[in-house]
């Protein structure tokens, strides 16, 4: 059996006595983009919270290449679980070069740094605003900088909590699949957290439907979008278009 990059296991975390993520599971293998899909609420972003490890869950265990990273008494910090973000509100700094983001963080020499930047900036199409500053990009843009910054020190995984969310509607097609297309060359396991069945259906090859807490549905985007597994399934793709 292939070890999957990331594995979490019976995840709970309680808000005062409320269970709002409920004994979450999921397996991500490498290269592979798993959607967690839900409405507002649901505790995706929580979820997310604790495999970053800045949050810390009341149960449950996290794996990652077949390692244990944290379950309730053991816990390898955040900085080194090899773990690329890439949140809404997690915004890049703006007193840093475009080159000074994409290196924040990296470890090596400076001529290695400088190569893994312009080999990042060259694959999101930016090379050219390697020593620009943010505020001289367009938001579109200032995703991509983002990203290549998320991947430039090789996470293992990628965890993306609505990243497109702030785009306006005409840029974010063409972003998502850049940013896919990116992803999949790096092999990385990814779990995108997103409200929009739209974008869960373009980029997951796994989605996980997740209602008050708990996975309700988990499967090909095709089949789950097909054979909803109850009303509010349905109610919830239908609404949300
Ligand atoms: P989502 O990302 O799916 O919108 P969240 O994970 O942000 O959902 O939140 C899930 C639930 O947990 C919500 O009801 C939210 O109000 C609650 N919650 C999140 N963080 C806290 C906190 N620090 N204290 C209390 N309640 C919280
Ligand atoms: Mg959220």
Not at 148 to 160: D, Q, T, V
Request: proline share 6%; aromatic share 6%.
């Amino acid at each position: 059996m292939p070890v999957p990059r990331l594995e979490i296991r019976n995840l709970v975390r309680l808000f005062d006595g409320r269970r709002v993520v409920d004994e979450v599971s999921l397996r991500i293998m490498p290269g592979q983009v798993t959607c967690l899909l839900g409405p507002s609420g649901c505790g995706k972003s929580t979820t997310l919270r604790m495999i970053a490890g800045v949050e810390m869950q009341d149960s449950g265990e996290i794996w990652v290449d077949g390692k244990l990273v944290c379950d309730t008494v053991f816990r390898v910090p955040p900085e080194r679980r090899q773990i690329g973000l890439m949140f809404q509100d997690f915004a890049l700094f703006p007193h840093l070069s475009v080159a000074g983001n994409v290196a924040y963080g990296l470890k090596g020499s400076k001529d290695e740094k400088r190569a893994r930047v312009a080999e990042l900036l060259e694959r999101v199409d930016l090379l050219r605003f390697i020593d620009g500053y943010p505020h001289q990009l367009s938001g579109g843009e200032q995703q991509r900088v983002a990203l290549a910054r998320a991947l430039a020190p090789r996470p293992r995984i990628m965890l993306m909590d609505e990243p497109f969310s702030g785009l306006d509607n005409r840029l974010r097609d063409g972003i998502r699949d850049e940013t896919l297309s990116l992803l999949k060359e790096e092999d990385t396991a990814v779990l995108l957290v997103t409200h929009e069945p739209d974008e869960a259906m373009r980029m997951a090859d796994e989605i996980a439907l997740m209602r008050d807490g708990r996975i309700v549905q988990q499967g090909a985007p095709y089949n789950v979008y097909t054979r909803p597994v109850d009303r509010a399934a349905v109610a919830f793709f239908s609404d949300a278009n």
